[in-house]
C-alpha cells in the first residue's frame, strides 16, 4: 500500500506538469493563431495596402530614384494563411487531444489506486481477523495441554500408586502360593486339636 501512493503521488505530479505544459502550449497556439488571423484578415490587409500606398505617394514626393527590379512585393496569400492556421488548429486539437487522453488515464489511474487501497483494507481486516482467530486458538490449545499436562502427572502418580499396590499384592500372592500347603497341614492340624478339645470337654 505505501509503494503503491508512493508511485500514485508521483504520478499525479507528472500528470499536474504535463496538464500545465499542455495548457501553456495551448493558450500560446490559440495566441499565435489570434494573431496571425488578425494579420490575415481582410481589415487587416487593407490598413497594410493604405500604409503601401501612403508610402509610395511619400516616395513620389521625393523623387528618388527607380528600384531595381526585384521579385516584387510581398502579397498576402489567402491559401497560405489558410494553410498556417489549420495547421495551428492541428497542434492545437493535438494538444487538446493528450490533454483529454492525460485527464482519461489520470482518472484511471486514481480508480485503479483507489480499487487497490479498498482490496488492501479489506485484506488487511481479514488478515486481522484470522490473525485474532488464530491467537484465541493457540490460546485455548496452549491453556487444554497445560490441563492435559496437569492431568498427566496426576495420572502418573495414581499408575505409580496402583504399581505399587499391584507388587504388593503380588507378593502377598506368591507367599500364599508358597506356603499354602504347611497352611493346609496347619489348618488341618488345628482342626483336629479342635475337635479333640471339644470330646474331652463333651466327657468323651
Known amino acids: 500500500m505505501a509503494e503503491a501512493t508512493e508511485n500514485r503521488k508521483e504520478e499525479n505530479t507528472e500528470y499536474k506538469e504535463e496538464m500545465s505544459a499542455n495548457a501553456g502550449a495551448k493558450k500560446l497556439l490559440e495566441m499565435a493563431k489570434g494573431r496571425l488571423a488578425k494579420f490575415y484578415s481582410p481589415k487587416s490587409a487593407a490598413a497594410s495596402l493604405l500604409t503601401v500606398s501612403l508610402h509610395e505617394v511619400a516616395a513620389a514626393a521625393a523623387a528618388p530614384p527607380p528600384p531595381p527590379e526585384t521579385w516584387g512585393a510581398y502579397k498576402k496569400q489567402t491559401e497560405e494563411a489558410g494553410g498556417i492556421l489549420n495547421m495551428i488548429q492541428m497542434m492545437i486539437s493535438d494538444v487538446e487531444k493528450e490533454i483529454t487522453e492525460s485527464k482519461t488515464?489520470?482518472?484511471?489511474?486514481?480508480?485503479?489506486?483507489?480499487?487497490?487501497?479498498?482490496?488492501?483494507?479489506?485484506?488487511?481486516?481479514m488478515d486481522s481477523k484470522s490473525l485474532s482467530d488464530k491467537e484465541s486458538a493457540k490460546a485455548d490449545l496452549e491453556k487444554a495441554l497445560q490441563q492435559m499436562a496437569k492431568e498427566?502427572?496426576?495420572?502418573?502418580?495414581?499408575?505409580?500408586?496402583?504399581?505399587?499396590?499391584?507388587?504388593?499384592?503380588?507378593?502377598?500372592?506368591?507367599?500364599?502360593?508358597?506356603?499354602?500347603?504347611?497352611?493346609?497341614?496347619?489348618?488341618?492340624?488345628?482342626?483336629?486339636?479342635?475337635?479333640?478339645?471339644?470330646?474331652?470337654?463333651?466327657?468323651?
Not at 482518472?107 to 487497490?116: D, P
Not at 495420572?155 to 508358597?178: G, P, Q, R, S, Y
Request: with cysteine; glycine share 6%.
Open 105 to 125: 488515464e489520470e482518472e484511471n489511474a486514481q480508480g485503479e489506486y483507489e480499487t487497490l487501497i479498498a482490496d488492501s483494507g479489506e485484506k488487511r481486516r
Open 152 to 204: 498427566e502427572k496426576t495420572t502418573k502418580f495414581e499408575v505409580m500408586a496402583t504399581a505399587e499396590t499391584l507388587k504388593d499384592l503380588h507378593l502377598e500372592c506368591d507367599w500364599l502360593l508358597n506356603n499354602f500347603e504347611a497352611r493346609k497341614e496347619a489348618r488341618i492340624g488345628e482342626i483336629d486339636a479342635l475337635k479333640k478339645a471339644k470330646a474331652v470337654l463333651s466327657g468323651a
